[in-house]
C-alpha cells in the first residue's frame, strides 16, 4: 500500500532558493525542524503516512540516512542564509514512521548538526516519537545525553484486540515500563491514544484512558481515527470485514476522555491534546497552530517558510539522489495568499484554548448563530475572545467554514 500522494503545487528552484516574498519580514519569527524518520517494522493498516518497510525499501539503507539528512540541513542552511533568516531553533521534532528504529547514535548526530548548523535555543524542546517496543531505559539515556527532552510514545490503545485492528504490534504492558524509563533519565513522556477503531467499544475505550492516567505522563494526545482512503483499514471496512467508524460513538468517547483527563488535572490546551496542570504542551506542535517557521527535513517531509509551504520527493531513494547531486528534494511549493493566510489562522486558532480573538475576524455576523448552537463560549465572546465549547471542539470544522 503506498503512502497517500503529495499535493500538487509550483516548481522549486533546483538550488531549493525561496520566493521573494517568504524572504520578507523573516526576523523574529520562531523557527523549528521537523527531521521525517520514514522507516517502520510494519504498516499499520489504518495509517498512510509517508512510511516504509524493509521490504518496500530495497537499495535504500537505513544506516546511510543520517548522512542524506545532513546534507539537507547544508542546503536549507545556505538557502536560508539567501534569504536573510538567521534564527535558531526553539524546537526540533523526529517523527515517522518509527525514529526510535534508528540507533540513539544516529538521532543524536542528526541533532547535533542541526544544532551546530542553526543554533539551538537554551530552552529547546527536543522531542521524539517512539514505538513502546523499539527504545529501553539504555536507549533513551542515550537520547538525554545527546539533548532530547521528550518523547512521545505511540499507545493508541491499552485494549489487545482494538490493536490488532490497528495492525499495532507493540506489547501493551510494554508501555508502563517505557513511561517509567523515560521519567527515570529525565524526559518528559506523553502518550498517544486513538479513538472510535472499529469494534472499540465504550469501555474498551474508558480501559484505555484509565491506563494512560495511570501512566501519569505529563502530556496526553487523544485523535479520532480518520479512515483515509487507499488504507488495508479503509479497504477492509468497504469489504465488510470489520464495521464502519461509529462518528456518533466517537463523541461520546472524546466527552469521556475530556472529563477523564481534566479531573486527574489535565487541561485541554488543543482540541486533541491535554498537558498536565496546563505546564506541559508540545511547544513543537503549538508553533504549528501559531503559524510559525518551520523546516521538514527527510522525504515527503513540509515545510513552511513565511507564508510559502514546499514538501519533499516521498521515496527516501529519489531524496537521497537529488541530495547527492547538489539538488533541492522538493517536490514542489505553494505562496499563500492573504486569503488563504487568514483562512488557516481562523482555522488553526480556534482549535487552541485561548482561542482566536474576535477583533481578528473579518465578519463576526456569524458568531451568534454559533453561541446559539452551543458551538462557541458565549461569556468568552462577550470578553472579546472566540472558544470553543466541547460540543464546538467535536464540530471545530463547521466553526471554521462559518467563520473563514
Not at 44 to 70: I, K, M
Not at 209 to 231: C, F, K, N
Not at 271 to 300: C, K, M, Q, V
Amino acid at each position: 500500500m503506498p503512502p497517500s500522494a503529495l499535493p500538487d503545487g509550483d516548481p522549486v528552484p533546483q538550488n531549493g532558493a525561496l520566493p521573494e516574498a517568504a524572504a520578507q519580514g523573516l526576523t523574529g519569527r520562531q523557527f523549528g525542524a521537523y527531521v521525517h524518520i520514514p522507516f517502520c517494522r510494519v504498516r499499520c493498516g489504518y495509517c498512510d503516512f509517508n512510511t516504509y518497510t524493509a521490504t518496500e525499501l530495497r537499495g535504500v539503507s537505513q544506516s546511510s540516512y543520517a548522512d542524506a539528512v545532513a546534507q539537507e540541513v547544508a542546503l536549507a542552511r545556505g538557502v536560508l542564509d539567501d534569504a536573510g533568516h538567521r534564527e535558531p531553533l526553539s524546537t526540533v521534532f523526529f517523527g515517522g514512521g518509527t525514529p526510535t528504529l534508528l540507533p540513539a547514535a544516529d538521532l543524536v548526530r542528526t541533532l547535533a548538526t542541526l544544532r551546530d548548523t542553526f543554533g539551538i535555543v537554551d530552552d529547546a524542546e527536543i522531542t521524539t516519537e517512539a514505538n513502546p517496543d523499539s527504545v529501553d531505559e539504555q536507549y533513551l539515556r542515550e537520547l538525554v545525553e545527546g539533548g532530547f527532552t521528550r518523547v512521545s510514545f505511540g499507545m493508541q490503545s491499552a485494549v489487545p484486540h482494538v490493536l490488532r485492528t490497528l495492525d499495532r504490534t507493540h506489547d501493551p504492558l510494554r508501555v508502563p515500563d517505557v513511561v517509567a524509563a523515560a521519567k527515570a533519565v529525565g524526559l518528559d513522556a506523553s502518550v498517544d491514544l486513538i479513538y472510535g477503531t472499529p469494534g472499540e467499544s465504550l469501555d474498551d475505550w474508558r480501559r484505555s484512558v484509565d491506563a494512560a492516567l495511570a501512566l501519569a505522563p505529563t502530556h496526553i494526545s487523544a485523535y479520532a481515527l480518520i479512515v483515509e482512503p487507499g488504507t488495508a483499514l479503509a479497504r477492509q471496512i468497504r469489504r465488510g470485514e470489520v464495521a464502519e467508524v461509529d462518528d456518533d460513538l466517537q463523541a461520546e468517547m472524546y466527552e469521556y476522555a475530556d472529563a477523564a483527563f481534566a479531573k486527574a488535572g489535565y487541561r485541554w490546551y488543543e482540541i486533541s491534546n491535554w498537558s498536565l496542570d496546563g505546564e506541559h504542551p508540545s511547544r513543537h506542535n503549538l508553533a504549528y497552530w501559531h503559524d510559525t517557521d518551520w523546516w521538514g527535513f527527510g522525504p515527503g517531509a513540509h515545510s513552511h517558510i513565511n507564508g510559502t509551504r514546499f514538501w519533499n520527493v516521498k521515496h527516501p531513494a529519489a531524496y537521497a539522489q537529488r541530495l547527492a547531486q547538489g539538488d533541492s528534494p522538493a517536490a514542489a511549493r505553494e505562496v499563500l495568499d492573504d486569503e488563504q493566510r487568514y483562512a488557516e489562522r481562523v482555522l488553526l486558532r480556534s482549535r487552541l484554548v485561548e482561542g482566536l480573538p474576535l477583533a481578528e475576524l473579518r465578519d463576526r455576523r456569524g458568531v451568534a448563530e454559533l453561541i446559539a448552537d452551543g458551538l462557541v463560549d458565549g461569556a468568552a465572546a462577550i470578553r472579546g475572545t472566540l472558544q470553543l465549547t466541547v460540543r464546538g471542539r467535536l464540530l471545530a470544522d463547521v466553526v471554521a467554514r462559518a467563520l473563514a
